[in-house]
């Protein structure tokens, strides 16, 4: 019985390490397919269910957008509100916002430009830098194995460790999730991620905050063989927006149209997503 005990906590060791190495390494792969995202186009069509205190639908917002690449930055074009195309005058506006970018991005130097999209490079690698610590911000424990979209995955389980210190702004937001992650096999990519919050989120100096429970679901799929992209998004929210507005409900996110930006992008009318 000893035999069996000291065998099985050495494999339960080794198994911790290998699930460890495992997300290491899913993170560095992470990176590099960040940097190829960034060169792609895509729909977004979002849909947020509003929920009174008894569970009771109150509004459903619908949203279809066209995520492009403008002058080396994402730019988010509205072309259908509710299931419908966009109004007339709707559309008007959004043509008028889209030339007056145009516009003022043609009359720039190229020093201005270079200056642009060096803050915004700063901007998307700080939004990031809390994900180098995901190493270090949980215990991981091997469940098994899976299948995502029909490509074989691990999947592991994330629990918060209790002495954990962020060392990067935002990424002290780690310790307030718990929850189960699925990395491809293959390409050490995240193919799906289930958690919920234990504790209360904050935001933006209390600006915004998650309730504890709150719930987020996020899978990705291989594109063009190249790059993993947001397949779909689902969040269950409770959370308070400036201290005072409630906002109750489920929001669900799907991601379609893929096109790489530099080879087959153009502008597409809501009438050709149906």
């Known amino acids: 019985m000893r035999i069996l005990a000291v065998l099985f906590l050495v494999s339960?060791?080794?198994?911790?390490?290998?699930?460890?190495?495992?997300?290491?390494?899913?993170?560095?792969?992470?990176?590099?397919?960040?940097?190829k995202?960034?060169?792609?186009?895509?729909?977004?069509?979002?849909?947020?269910?509003?929920?009174?205190?008894?569970?009771?639908?109150?509004?459903?917002?619908?949203r279809t957008e066209e995520v492009l690449i403008?002058?080396?930055?994402?730019?988010?074009?509205?072309?259908?509100?509710?299931?419908?195309?966009?109004?007339?005058?709707?559309?008007?506006?959004?043509?008028?916002?889209?030339?007056?970018?145009m516009e003022k991005r043609a009359k720039e130097s190229p020093e201005e430009r270079?200056?642009?999209?060096?803050?915004?490079?700063?901007?998307?690698?700080?939004?990031r830098e809390f994900l180098e610590e995901v190493p270090d911000a949980y215990d991981f424990r091997m469940l098994g194995d899976d299948a995502i979209n029909g490509r074989p995955c691990w999947k592991l389980e994330a629990t918060?460790?209790?002495?954990?210190?962020?060392?990067?702004?935002?990424?002290?937001?780690?310790?307030?999730?718990?929850?189960?992650?699925?990395?491809?096999k293959q390409e050490f990519q995240l193919a799906r991620l289930d958690v919920e919050t234990i504790d209360t989120v904050s935001w933006g100096l209390f600006l915004a905050r998650l309730a504890k429970g709150s719930r987020l679901f996020i899978e990705q799929h291989r594109i063009n063989g190249e790059v993993w992209m947001p397949y779909r998004i689902q969040v269950d929210l409770d959370?308070?927006?400036?201290l005072f507005k409630r906002v109750q409900g489920d929001l669900d996110v799907s991601f379609e149209n893929f096109r790489k930006f530099q080879t087959d992008s153009r502008i597409v009318e809501a009438a050709e997503l149906k």
């Open 70 to 101: 403008l002058f080396g930055e994402p730019y988010e074009r509205l072309i259908a509100k509710d299931g419908k195309p966009l109004s007339d005058s709707e559309r008007r506006k959004e043509q008028q916002k889209l030339d007056r970018l």
């Open 37 to 62: 995202a960034k060169d792609y186009t895509y729909i977004v069509r979002s849909e947020m269910r509003r929920r009174d205190s008894h569970g009771k639908i109150t509004k459903v917002d619908q």
């Open 160 to 184: 918060p460790r209790p002495n954990y210190q962020p060392k990067h702004s935002g990424a002290g937001m780690l310790k307030k999730f718990k929850g189960k992650v699925w990395i491809d």
């Open 239 to 242: 959370a308070r927006l400036a």
């Open 12 to 35: 339960s060791l080794a198994q911790g390490q290998d699930a460890l190495e495992i997300v290491r390494k899913s993170v560095h792969h992470d990176q590099s397919n960040w940097l």
């Open 114 to 127: 270079r200056k642009r999209l060096a803050a915004f490079d700063r901007e998307r690698r700080k939004d």
